[in-house]
């Protein structure tokens, strides 16, 4: 394990942000930390919790430029937009990280591969922060991951006495780290990895068994109170639904340019399901929560591999009616229970 | 990223060559693509395959093909203007010689081979039957290899029915029968039938023998004439039908318009019924 002094690290990124565009946890007032791009290390905080939102921005960008589309009279042009330079994402936490396994099934592994993800995701380096602690409402471990884990990074600090253990892990992560200065551990202080707090276990539901509760009168009875707000779905890491629009950029005389933007879309909104002659198959906001489970617990791993949850917890906060993901784990394994119960009955 | 196809969110350039009147506010649209990628990805689509059409800046919508390759080179899609649809309003809107975008051919389509030699019943609803046409046409052109075609068309009144100009030469075909039917017949209307196509297939009572029956239409339709369908004999593995899913993307990523745990873009939009009773999450 090597190790880097605090001074270091804010000199190695100094020295980054010269080269590269780099994003960073920022501290934009009143305590909220959100990933930003920033210019110095001195914008950079290091004392951070988990940022109010995740970094899925930086990959599948809210509102992302696909074509443009130029008119002269009839005469019509179309240009592919390419995305920008290369990009390196410090501080990211292990979950919002593990988010991307997530996108990167779907948008880049899944054919066919989707150009402008694949394309930014293949520029991006993911240099995490471990967490000291799992912080309120925080189920990583429950979900495949950890507040240290760095398997889906590039390379990982680990915050210990003094500075930072630092784990490279692809060559990519090796590659950006040789610029770094470390030191070795020479002076006998006490560099070891210290002991993460954990919050419990919430028991997850394997994927083949949630069919089962599919009919469940739960759904609905949890979806009495649901706002139909969307803002489950915009913090989450990877929840990806899109829409597509043609947005006018200018226009005059001779030419008429407009531009396909992809934007971020919420499976919870309660037109999402309908089609053109008017008809909506999921037009109960119960049934639109359960989608969006369904989606992260059962859908997703079953058609492309990863969980569709990285237990980050961002959307128990954020959720206006307290609509909590963690009962709901709960709830649907204690049905399991019960279903396992019966099924024991009726053998014997 | 190049100009070279490899983004798949990239429509292939075509222009207007051809606008007809099929219905109120229905349009067939003949496109020619202009380049010679948009003219290989579109050479041997098959019948049940939808696209998606733009309308460069108002959006893009997807479309059941109605035309077959055998036919020519113009694809066509039949589009009925939405009063609050972005895309339809701006497509009707255009002229020709105006350009749009193709981006297809999408999804899986009617096992057009498998289904050779037997009786086939074909169904449609409204602007929601248009996916037939290309099976109709098909069958024409390949006349000798298939059963019987009956062909069951239904419309909320007379003047939304589509394809009336090809129905002299489906019905002098050989083999080859269609029975029209509205919700509301006006008195000077004696083509066909009042009445929903549930009581028009009842009537005319299809044989399940050898046979295999092609339903598209809105949801509801499709739910009413399996039940229908049912009661003449037919089992659901010989029922075929086409979903109709709200999406934006076509190609599995958007997550518009999954059903359960599939998506109607790449899953589909052609099920066989048995499929669609077995799934998770109903579409209707
Ligand atoms: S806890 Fe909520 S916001 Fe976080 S990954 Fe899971 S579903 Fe998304
Ligand atoms: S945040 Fe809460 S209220 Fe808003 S859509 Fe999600 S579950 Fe519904
Ligand atoms: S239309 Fe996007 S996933 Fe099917």
Known sequence: MMFMTHDDLTTWLDHLTKELKVIAPRDVGKGHVLYRPVTNSS????????????????????????????????????????????????????????????????????????????????????????C??????????????????????????????????????????????????????????????????????????PPEQWPGHFDEDYWM??????????????????????????????????????????????????????????????????????????????????DFGPLGCVGCGRCVEVCPVNIDILEMLSTVSAMQRELDVLEAEVEL | MSNDGTNPMRPYLGVLAGIKELAADIR???????????????????????????????????????????????????????????????????????????????????????IKGKDIIVIGGGIGGAPLRPVISTILDDRENYGGLTILWAARNPSLLIF???????????????????????????????????????NVGPSPKNAITITCGPPIMIHFVALSLRKLGFTLDQMLVTLEGRMHCGIGKCGRCNLGDIFVCVDGPVFHHSQVAGLMESFL
């Open chain 1, 43 to 130: 914008e950079i905080t290091f004392d951070y919790t988990r940022p109010d939102l995740s970094a899925k921005e930086f990959l599948l960008p809210h509102t992302e430029r696909l074509m443009r589309f130029e008119k002269r009279a009839d005469q019509l042009e179309m240009h592919d937009l390419s995305c920008e330079a290369e990009q390196i994402i410090f501080g990211i936490r292990p979950c919002d990280a593990h988010g991307f396994v997530a996108l990167d099934a779907l948008f880049r592994d899944q054919e066919p591969a989707d150009a402008h993800y694949s394309q930014r995701r293949e520029m991006t380096i993911l240099v995490g922060m471990a």
């Open chain 2, 164 to 202: 009336t100009e090809e129905y002299d030469s489906w019905r002098a075909t050989p083999r080859t029968d269609l029975h029209l039917t509205v919700d509301q017949r006006p008195p000077d209307w004696r083509e066909g039938n009042e009445g929903l196509i549930t009581t028009l297939l009842e």
């Open chain 1, 221 to 302: 009875r949890l979806g009495e109170r649901c706002l139909s707000c969307k803002l489950c779905t915009f913090i989450c890491p990877t929840c990806r639904c899109f829409d597509l629009r043609d947005e006018p950029i200018a226009s005059g005389a001779n030419l008429v340019v407009h531009e396909r933007m992809r934007v971020w879309d919420a499976c919870t909104a309660p037109n999402y399901r309908t089609i053109a002659g008017g008809h909506n198959s999921r037009p109960l906001k119960g049934q639109r929560i359960r989608n969006r489970y369904y989606c992260k617990f059962h859908y997703y791993p079953q």
């Open chain 2, 28 to 114: 067939l649209f003949q496109i020619e693509l202009q380049n010679a990628t948009g003219k290989a990805a579109f050479a041997d689509y098959m019948p049940g395959q939808f696209a998606f059409v733009s309308a460069f800046g108002a959006g893009e919508a997807p479309f059941g093909i109605t035309s077959i390759p055998g036919r020519g080179e113009l694809l066509e899609f039949a589009i009925h203007r939405h009063p609050h649809g972005k895309t339809t309003n701006a497509l009707h809107s255009l002229k020709l010689g105006d350009p749009v975008g193709v981006r297809g051919p999408l999804g899986n389509w009617f096992p057009m081979d498998e």
């Open chain 1, 132 to 205: 000291p602690q799992m912080w309120e409402g925080c189920f990583c471990t429950s979900v495949g991951g950890a507040p240290d884990d760095p398997s889906h990074l590039d390379a990982l600090l680990i915050p210990v006495d003094g500075g930072y253990a630092v784990q490279t892990v692809t060559d990519k992560g090796e590659k950006l780290l040789a610029s770094a200065d470390f030191k070795e551990v020479t002076d006998g202080q006490d560099r070891t990895l210290p002991e993460i707090p954990m919050n419990e276990i919430v028991p997850v539901l």
